[in-house]
């Protein structure tokens, strides 16, 4: 993305083929994160899936040493996507088990775990400053993320990613969808609202992980919350809401890559997350349901009412 083209030839496809590949791979990505997204706002998982994706930095450190030790690139995607997975999974039962087995709240729990496990990330990573490998030189970009650079395999391995998160939230969503406005009544007819919640929890763990990369740990929780909650502001409807969140997730990235091309010093990451924000922002007052707006006129029709 070294060579600068006019917006509306970088939206539409003309400019260049890396270009192309990271702005489409982006987009499979802000879908998938739009989509699964929905459940864990609606569930309430949100604070969960920030602290697993802090939690993912002593994965990706301890990746690395694993690599190195074995006789491996110490930057080999394959050991540090594995370590990250591994301590996600272990902040998420670590939440759990702080949040069922003690009288600490769960948001306190949360907030230890995320602060635990970050700040080990952060003495392994000088750990790692230490060794006689190259540092940790390239580690950075699953703290902020290295959408520029992303490959046309890559860019393959998201769209897939995001058409399996697609299928499976389509075969489970009536279920998803039961728990999350009523579990008690769910579990009441002997829906397994623990397992269900697994999946939801499953699926923001493969979000995140896949992408760390892409826009980074710092990031990703922002990609996962946004879309949804801009989406809240247009619809009532689950299945709406769904979509609507997906389309935001999707264009928010792709728009936001698009800046990135024609400003190549502009942090790919950043930019995608400030343009989910300012359709958050967009729908905060202009929501067709739940807009500021919208309601005010409503108000005042009513009020206008004889």
């Avoid at 590949?21 to 982006?26: H, N, T």
């Avoid at 190195?68 to 995607?77: D, H, I, K, P, Y």
């Avoid at 264009?251 to 400030?274: K, M």
């Amino acid at each position: 993305m070294k060579d600068v083209y006019p917006l509306a030839a970088v939206l539409l496809l003309q400019a260049g083929y890396n270009t192309i590949v990271v702005m489409l791979g982006a987009a499979a990505l802000g879908a998938a994160t739009g989509i699964v997204g929905v459940f864990a706002m609606l569930r309430r998982r949100a604070l969960i899936a920030d602290a697993v994706a802090h939690a993912t930095l002593p994965g990706v450190a301890l990746g690395f040493i694993t690599a190195v030790a074995l006789g491996f690139s110490g930057r080999s995607l394959p050991f540090l996507l594995t370590g990250a997975a591994i301590t996600a999974i272990l902040a998420a039962l670590s939440i759990q088990w702080v949040a069922n087995r003690t009288r600490l709240t769960e948001d306190t729990a949360i907030a230890s775990v995320l602060a635990t496990f970050f700040a080990l990330g952060i003495v392994l990573l000088t750990v790692i400053q230490t060794l006689k490998t190259g540092g940790q030189a390239g580690l950075d970009i699953y703290l902020l993320g290295a959408t520029a650079g992303m490959l046309r395999e890559e860019a393959i391995t998201l769209a897939v990613f995001s058409l399996i998160v697609a299928a499976i939230v389509a075969a489970l969503f009536k279920e998803l969808t039961l728990i999350s406005f009523d579990a008690d009544y769910a579990r009441a007819h002997g829906f397994p609202v623990r397992l269900l919640d697994f999946a939801i929890l499953a699926l923001v763990l493969a979000v995140v992980v896949i992408g760390l990369r892409v826009v980074g740990l710092i990031l990703i929780v922002a990609l996962l919350i946004t879309p949804p909650a801009a989406a809240r502001f247009w619809t009532d409807h689950t299945g709406r809401m769904t979509m609507i969140s997906a389309a935001i997730g999707a264009f928010s990235a792709y728009f936001g890559a698009a800046i990135s091309a024609i400003s190549p010093d502009t942090p790919t990451g950043a930019v995608i997350v400030l343009v989910a924000f300012s359709i958050l922002l967009l729908s905060v007052f202009f929501g067709a349901a739940r807009g500021i707006v919208v309601r005010g006129i409503g108000a005042r029709r009513v009020r206008a009412t004889p």
